[in-house]
C-alpha cells in the first residue's frame, strides 16, 4: 500500500496526513503542524471519500450536459452580462476549501481579465477582521506568530476560540506543552464555558462584545502600573496617545467581568513578558471585530511583546486555506500578492505581469453585500465555487431569495444536493480531496501540498482547470493555459518576484527553485524568519499604529444568539456527515440554554424551542445547561435545510457586520425563544 503525503482538508492548523486509496489515513510524523497528531475529523477522513451523493456531470437545468455545452454556457451567460451591464455585473463567491491554485486563476479572470473586484469568499466569515486589524496596525496582513510560540510563552490568553473542538490538534500541542511547563498558565475569555475551558487556569466569562472594553482596560492598567516599555513605543510605534486616552476613556466593567476577575487577569499579564494572546471567530465575527483585533495588538505593541520567541498577538484560521487566499487575493479588497487595488504601481505590476487587457480600481463587493447585490437586480451572473452560502451566511433565507433572484448561476461543487445547488442553474463536477493538487497556505503561513491519490471520479474537474476553461471561452485564452496546477504556483511565485519592488511582508523566493512533485510543508518568509524581531513594520515610516478604539452598543435583547461548531463536524457536513463515527458524537441541532432561561420558558431537556426574529425561525432540541450565561444562547451551523426539517440557524443571524472588514457578527444575534407547540 502506498501512502501519499497531503494536508488535511478541514481547519486551518493544517496538519500533515498519510493517505491511501483504502482510506488508510495517518498522521504526518514529519508534518511541522502536527508531527503525527490527527483529531477526531483528520482520523475519519477516509471515511468520507466515497462517492455518495458526488456530483459526477455537467448539469444544465437539472439536466446532464457536457463539459463543453456547460462551459460554452457559462462563458457566454458571463459575457453577455458583462457587454450589456459591465464587469460589475458579475460576481464570483469563492471558499477557503479552494486551493493556492484555483484561488489565483479565479481572482486573476475577475480581477485582470473581467476588471472587476466582485470576487469574495467564505473566509470573509472567517478572519476578514484580523486582516484589516492586521493592516491598521502592521500596515500589512502579517500573522507575525508560530504554533511553537504558543508552546514556549509563559501565558496563553485564548480570545473568542474553541481550540479545542475548532483547531483541536493546536489545542493538543497546548496541552502538552502546558503539561512539560508546568508553570504555564492559560485564560480562556468566552462568553460560554467550552472543552476549551478544561485546559485553562481562569475561565473570564466575557459579555458578548465585551473585548474591547478588556483590552481597552488591559492598556489603561499598563500604564498606570508603569509596564509600557516606552524605549519601543517611541522607535517602533505610533498612536500610543490617542489609543491610551481611548482606553482610559473605557469601562472595563463594560467587559461584564468583575473587578477582581479584571485586577487578576491585567496584573497576570503585565507580569507574564512571554504572553501570546491568540483568537479567532469570537473577536473576528463581530460588528467590532476589527477594533478587537486592534484592541488586542495595541496591548502587545505598546509593551513590544512582538517578534519574540513565545509572545505576540496571533489570529487563527477557520478553513484550511483562509491563509492562502489572502496570499494570492481572493478577497474582494486585495489584489493579488498582498498588493493593494488602491496602489496605482502595484495595480500596473499586476496588469503587466498578467499582460491583461485590463485591471480593477477599486474594492469589489464583500460577502454579505455582493448577496445583497444580487437581491437588488445588480448582479445578472453569479458563480459559486466549492461553498454553500444559502446556509452559512446569516440572514439565510434572504441569502437564498437573494440567488434566487440571479438571472443565471453557476456553482462547482463536489455534491449533487446542496442548498445552494438547488438555485443554480448550471452544476460543474470539481475534484474533491485525495482527487487534486494543489497548496494550502495554515494559520503560522505555512505552505503545504494537497496531492491526490484517487483518481478523479467520472466526470470531475479541478476548479483552476474549470475557471481556466470558462476564461479561454471568455476570449483570454493565452493567459490561462496552464497544463497543470504546478503550472499555476509556478506563475504565482513569479508575480511575487515581478513585485519584489515593493515592500510588503510576502515573500515566496523560498519557492522559486521548489520542485513541486517533492515540495515539502514550508513556511514564508523563510523558515525559522520571525517578523517584527527588528522592529520594523510596513507603514511608509517603519513603524506600526496603534489604533483608538471604543466599546459597541450592546445588542440589548432577551437573548442573544451565539453559533460556532461541535467537535466532529466540519462546516455544512457535506464530508463529515458521511460518518456514522463523526455523527454520533451530536446527533441533531440543538440550542444550549441556562438552567433559569430554560425554567422561566418551561422547557424541559430535549424541547423543541423555537427561535424566531424578522429574519427567520428556526426549531432545535435544548440542551440545558450553565455552560451559557442567562439571556445567552449558542447553536452550531452545521445543518442545512436539507438536513433538518426544522431550518438552519444562519436564518435567525441578522447580516450585520464590521462596517471596515464586512465579516459578518454571527456571534450574536437578537432573537426570541420559546417552546414549539404544534397546532
Ligand atoms: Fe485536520 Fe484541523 Fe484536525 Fe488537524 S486539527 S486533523 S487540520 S481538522
Known sequence: MTLTR???????????????????????????????????KGAALG??????????????????????????????????????????????????????????VANKLMKGFIGAANIDTNSRLCMASSVAGHKRAFGTDTVPGTYEDLEQADLVVLVGSNLAWCHPVLHQRIAAAKQARPHMRIVNVDPRRTATTDLADVHLRIAPDGDVALFNGLLAYLAETGKLDKAYTENHVNGLDAALAAAQASDPADSG???????????????????????????????????????????????????????????????????????????????????????????????????????????????????????NGQIKALWVISTNPAVSLPDADGVAA???????VVTSDIMEKTDTNALADVLLPATGWGEKDGTVTNSERRIS?????????????????????VAKRMGFSGAFSYGSSADVFAEYVALDQAASAFPRDL????????????????????????????????????????????????????????????????????????????????????????????????????????????????????????????????????????????????????????????????????VTAEVFKAK
Open 6 to 40: 497531503t494536508t488535511c482538508p478541514y481547519c486551518g492548523v493544517g496538519c500533515g496526513v498519510l493517505a491511501a486509496a483504502d482510506g488508510t489515513i495517518k498522521g504526518d510524523p514529519d508534518h511541522p503542524a502536527n508531527f503525527g497528531r490527527l483529531c477526531s
Open 47 to 104: 471515511e468520507t471519500i466515497d462517492l455518495d451523493g458526488r456530483l459526477l456531470h455537467p448539469q444544465i437545468n437539472g439536466v446532464r450536459a457536457n463539459w463543453d455545452t456547460a462551459l460554452d454556457m457559462v462563458a457566454q451567460r458571463f459575457s453577455d452580462a458583462i457587454a450589456q451591464h459591465g464587469p460589475e455585473s458579475v460576481a464570483f463567491y469563492a471558499s477557503g476549501q479552494m486551493l493556492i491554485e484555483d484561488y489565483y
Open 257 to 375: 467581568l468583575n473587578a477582581r476577575e479584571l485586577a487578576d487577569f491585567y496584573a497576570l499579564w503585565a507580569n507574564t513578558p512571554k504572553v501570546v494572546t491568540a483568537y479567532s471567530q469570537g473577536v473576528n465575527q463581530s460588528v467590532c471585530g476589527t477594533d478587537k483585533v486592534n484592541a488586542i495588538l495595541n496591548c502587545h505593541l505598546a509593551t513590544g511583546r512582538i517578534g519574540k520567541a513565545g509572545m505576540g498577538p496571533f489570529s487563527l484560521t477557520g478553513q484550511p486555506n483562509a491563509m492562502g487566499g489572502r496570499e494570492v487575493g481572493g478577497l474582494a479588497n486585495m489584489l493579488a500578492n498582498h498588493l493593494e487595488i488602491g496602489n496605482e504601481a502595484h495595480r500596473s505590476a499586476v496588469q503587466s505581469f498578467w499582460q491583461s487587457p485590463t485591471i480593477c480600481t477599486k474594492p469589489g463587493l464583500k460577502a454579505v453585500d455582493l448577496f445583497e447585490a444580487c437581491a
Open 402 to 408: 437573494a440567488i434566487a433572484n440571479v438571472p443565471f
Open 449 to 469: 501540498r494537497q496531492r491526490a491519490f484517487l483518481p478523479a471520479p467520472a466526470e470531475a474537474r479541478p476548479d483552476w482547470k474549470i475557471i481556466s476553461d
Open 507 to 670: 515573500d515566496l523566493s523560498i519557492f522559486a527553485d521548489a520542485d513541486y512533485a517533492k515540495m515539502v510543508p514550508t513556511q514564508w518568509p523563510r523558515n525559522g524568519a520571525r517578523f517584527f524581531a527588528n522592529g520594523q513594520y510596513y507603514h511608509p515610516d517603519g513603524k506600526a499604529q496603534m489604533v483608538a478604539v471604543t466599546s459597541p452598543v450592546s445588542l440589548n435583547s432577551r437573548f442573544t444568539l451565539n453559533t460556532g461548531r461541535n467537535r466532529d463536524q466540519w462546516h455544512t457536513m457535506t464530508r463529515t456527515g458521511k460518518s456514522a463515527r463523526l455523527g454520533a458524537h451530536l446527533a441533531e441541532p440543538y440550542v444550549e440554554m441556562n438552567p433559569v432561561d430554560a425554567a422561566a420558558l418551561g422547557a424541559l431537556p430535549g424541547a423543541l424551542i423555537a427561535l424566531q426574529n424578522s429574519r427567520g425561525r428556526v426549531l432545535m432540541r435544548a440542551l440545558i445547561t450553565p455552560r451559557v450565561a442567562q439571556g445567552a444562547l449558542f447553536a452550531p451551523m452545521h445543518w442545512t435545510r436539507q438536513r433538518s426539517t426544522a431550518g438552519t440557524v444562519n436564518s435567525v443571524m441578522t447580516p450585520l457586520t464590521d462596517p471596515i472588514s464586512g465579516q459578518p457578527a454571527l456571534k450574536a444575534s437578537a
